[in-house]
C-alpha cells in the first residue's frame, strides 16, 4: 500500500512538498484554506531568490546568511541552504517551472508572474498544475484543526471545511506542516489575510515548542498613505527617487552608508532589520519618511528595480508626492524547529517554511525567504515519505465535534475581535519594545480574551475566521513572552531598555505551552 501525506498548506513550501513527495511514491493529500496556490505569501512576495551560484560559492551564501542573523541561526540548516539552493532550484525548473538563475547568486520567477504585486504568482499557480498532474489531492477551503498523535507520533490530521460546515479526520504515514507565519496578528502587514499562525497553534497542542518567535522582521518602507494599498516598498528605490524627512533630508540614505553599504539594494539584503528600527525609532520622535513620487519618471518604470520595488501599477496621476511611508510587518523568521531532514521532535511530524524556525536566526537575509520553501519543501516531502510508516492508514472520515468556541446564539463577531487583537499586537510588538510595554501588551491580551463570550458565527467567512483565533492568539502570546524574555537588541528585536546586543544572550528562546498557558525559556 503507498504510504500516505497529509501537507497543510498551499503556498510555495506545501506545493513543493507535496510534489516532491508524490513523485516519490506517496499518496498525498494537500490541504489549502483557500482556492490552491494564490492567497499564500509565496505568491504575493517579489519572486526573488538569494542562492549560491556563479561567483557566489555555498560558504559565500553560508556566511552573509550566519551574519545576518546575527549568529543565532541553526548553522547546520544554513549549510544545507547554502550548499543545496541551486541545485534545488534546478529541480523545480526540470518539474516545468519557469525559472532564471544569474552567475551572481540571484533567481527570479517573475517571468511568470501574473501582476506586478504578485511577484511569485506564477511560481505557485504552475506548482499547482504540477501537483495535480503528480495526483495530489487538494482540498481547497479547509483549515486544520488539530494533529492526531498516537504511540508513533503524528498519525494523522482533523480539519474543517469552512464553506460547508463539515470536519473530517483522515488518519496518515506522515503530516507536513507548510502553514506560513502569522503576520495577520498585526493590524499593519504586507501578509495575506489568511497568514495567521495555524501551524503555531497546532504544534504548541501537539506538545512542541517553538524558537525565536521574538524575532517578527519589519519592512522599513511600506505604504502609509491610505490611497495606496497596505504593502511593502522595496528599499532599492533609494538608488532611484529621493526617500526624505519632513525637512528635505535623504536621512535613511545617509544612515546606511554610515553603516558601510553601498545603497539601498544592499541594505534590502543586509540590513532590513536596521532600517526597520531606525525608521519607527524616527517615527516615534514626530518624523515623517517621505517618498517624493514626483520624480518618478516615466522612463524609470522601464527599470526592473524600479518596478520591483514599486510592487504596484502607478499610472501618472498617482505620481505626485511625497507620499508617507512607515514600516510594515514583513515575515516570521522563528517558529517550529526542525533539522536537515525537516523533522520536528514529534515522530511522524514534518514541517517546512515560514512556520519552521532555525534558518535565519535573528534576521532574514533578503531574498532568502523563496530559497528556504524551495530547499526545505523538497526535502520534508522526501524525506518524509522515505520514513513514513508502510501499510494502509485508512479513508477519510466525516467527524462531529464540538467546536466550543463557538455561540450558539449572541456572542462577537470573529472579525472584531481580530481587529481588537490586532490593535492591541500593533500598539505593543512593533519594531521597537520595552519590557514595560510587553508586560502591558500581555495584560491587554489577557484582558481581550477574558472581554468576550464565544464567537458569533452567521456564515462561512465568521466560521473561517473563528477557526483562525487560536493560531491569532497563539501566535501573539508566543511573540509577547518571548520578546519580553530577550532582554537584549539583536537583528530584528529592539529593546528601548536593553538597546545593546549581549553575548551572553546568543542562546535561543522556546516557547512551550504548559496546562493551556504559554512560557518562554532559554535554551541551555
Not at 512542541?208 to 516598498?233: C, H, I, N, T
Request: glycine share 12%; net charge negative.
Amino acid at each position: 500500500m503507498k504510504k500516505k501525506i497529509i501537507v497543510v498548506g498551499a503556498g510555495g513550501a506545501g506545493l513543493t512538498a507535496a510534489v516532491a513527495a508524490a513523485k516519490k511514491g506517496a499518496e498525498v493529500l494537500l490541504l489549502s484554506k483557500t482556492a490552491c496556490g494564490d492567497a499564500n505569501c509565496t505568491a504575493y512576495s517579489g519572486g526573488l531568490f538569494s542562492l549560491s551560484s556563479g561567483t557566489v560559492t555555498p560558504d559565500d551564501h553560508f556566511r552573509r546568511i550566519v551574519e545576518t542573523g546575527r549568529g543565532v541561526n541553526d548553522q547546520k540548516l544554513v549549510r544545507v541552504l547554502a550548499e543545496e539552493s541551486e541545485k534545488s532550484l534546478r529541480t523545480l525548473a526540470d518539474w516545468g517551472v519557469t525559472l532564471k538563475i544569474s552567475d551572481s547568486g540571484h533567481a527570479t520567477v517573475r517571468k511568470s508572474a501574473p501582476s506586478e504585486i504578485m511577484g511569485g504568482g506564477g511560481l505557485t499557480r504552475e506548482l499547482t498544475a504540477i501537483a495535480r498532474a503528480e495526483g495530489v489531492s487538494i482540498l481547497e477551503n479547509c483549515a486544520a484543526m488539530k494533529i492526531l498523535v498516537g504511540e508513533r507520533g503524528a498519525e494523522g490530521l482533523e480539519w474543517v471545511n469552512w464553506k460547508t460546515g463539515k470536519q473530517y479526520r483522515s488518519p496518515a504515514s506522515a503530516v507536513i506542516l507548510a502553514s506560513g507565519g502569522g503576520g495577520r496578528i498585526y493590524s499593519r502587514t504586507d501578509n495575506p489575510s489568511r497568514m495567521t499562525g495555524d501551524g503555531y497553534a497546532l504544534a504548541l497542542e501537539a506538545g512542541l515548542s517553538l524558537v525565536d518567535m521574538e524575532y517578527v522582521q519589519f519592512y522599513p518602507l511600506g505604504w502609509k498613505d491610505s490611497a495606496f494599498p497596505l504593502w511593502m516598498v522595496g528599499l532599492t528605490i533609494l538608488d532611484y527617487i529621493p526617500v526624505t524627512d519632513d525637512i528635505g533630508r535623504e536621512f535613511l540614505r545617509e544612515a546606511i552608508l554610515s553603516w558601510g553599504l553601498s545603497s539601498g539594494k544592499e541594505a534590502n539584503y543586509f540590513a532590513r532589520d536596521k532600517s526597520a528600527i531606525f525608521l519607527s525609532r524616527h517615527e516615534r520622535q514626530g518624523g515623517k519618511t517621505l517618498l517624493h513620487l514626483e520624480d518618478l519618471g516615466e522612463e524609470m518604470l522601464t527599470i526592473p528595480d524600479v518596478r520591483v520595488s514599486l510592487m504596484i501599477d502607478l499610472p501618472p496621476e498617482r505620481r505626485t508626492g511625497p507620499v508617507e511611508l512607515s514600516p510594515i510587518q514583513h515575515y516570521f523568521t522563528g517558529g517550529i524547529p526542525i533539522d536537515t531532514g525537516g523533522r520536528t521532535a514529534l515522530p511522524g511530524l514534518y514541517a517546512c517554511g515560514e512556520v519552521t524556525g532555525g534558518v535565519d536566526g535573528a534576521s532574514r537575509m533578503g531574498g532568502n525567504a523563496l530559497t528556504n520553501i524551495v530547499t526545505f519543501g523538497l526535502r520534508a516531502g522526501r524525506f518524509a515519505t522515505e520514513e513514513a510508516a508502510e501499510g494502509s492508514t485508512g479513508d477519510i472520515a466525516e467527524i462531529r465535534a464540538e467546536l466550543s468556541f463557538l455561540a450558539p446564539e449572541g456572542g462577537i463577531r470573529p472579525r472584531e475581535a481580530r481587529e481588537r487583537l490586532q490593535a492591541i499586537v500593533q500598539e505593543g510588538l512593533g519594531p521597537c519594545r520595552s519590557g514595560e510595554g510587553l508586560r502591558r501588551c500581555l495584560s491587554a491580551m489577557e484582558e481581550w480574551k477574558g472581554s468576550f463570550p464565544p464567537l458569533k458565527v452567521e456564515g462561512p467567512m465568521d466560521l473561517l475566521h473563528a477557526l483562525e483565533m487560536k493560531g491569532l492568539s497563539c501566535t501573539a502570546e508566543a511573540v509577547a513572552h518571548a520578546a519580553l524574555l530577550r532582554e537584549e537588541s539583536r537583528g530584528v528585536h529592539f529593546r528601548d531598555d536593553f538597546p545593546e546586543e549581549r553575548e551572553e544572550w546568543v542562546s535561543r528562546i522556546l516557547v512551550s505551552a504548559e496546562k493551556g498557558k504559554l512560557k518562554a525559556t532559554r535554551e541551555n
